[in-house]
């Protein structure tokens, strides 16, 4: 499957952004999706995960009331709502999907997944 993300943009603090991440290949709902954000001089981090059917989620602690993970498998596409948004959410971010399904994986582990697109950079003013 191949990915590729977008929606990233300049916003100010407060403001929101949705990102969305489109898959090729006409077996996308078997994938369990995450999204991972890398900061400048940061190593990447866990933000969300979404399951095959969508009927499971996860957040990091930093998102958590505040980004929406959803996605939509008639149109290939998985969403990060992200409202609120504070500076410290600067970053490039990035879809990544794996074929392991969502219950069996521990989501937020970045090495669970094989197929990465190619990140879209949010940047939030103050």
């Known amino acids: 499957v191949q990915l590729q993300a977008s929606g990233g943009g300049l916003v100010q603090a407060g403001g929101s952004l949705r990102l969305s991440c489109a898959a090729s290949g006409r077996t996308f709902s078997s994938y369990t999706v995450g999204w991972f954000r890398q900061a400048p001089g940061k190593e990447r981090e866990f933000v969300a995960a979404?399951?095959?059917?969508?009927?499971?989620?996860a957040y990091a602690n930093s998102a958590k009331g505040r980004f929406a993970i959803s996605r939509d498998n008639a149109k290939n596409t998985v969403y990060l709502q992200m409202n609120s948004l504070k500076p410290e959410d600067t970053a490039l971010y990035y879809c990544?999907?794996?074929?392991?399904?969502?219950?069996?994986?521990?989501?937020?582990?970045?090495?669970?997944?094989?197929?990465w697109g190619q990140g879209t950079l949010v940047t939030v003013s103050s």
């Open positions: 990544a999907a794996t074929i392991q399904s969502y219950y069996s994986i521990t989501s937020s582990d970045s090495g669970r997944y094989g197929y």
């Open positions: 979404i399951s095959q059917r969508g009927s499971g989620t």
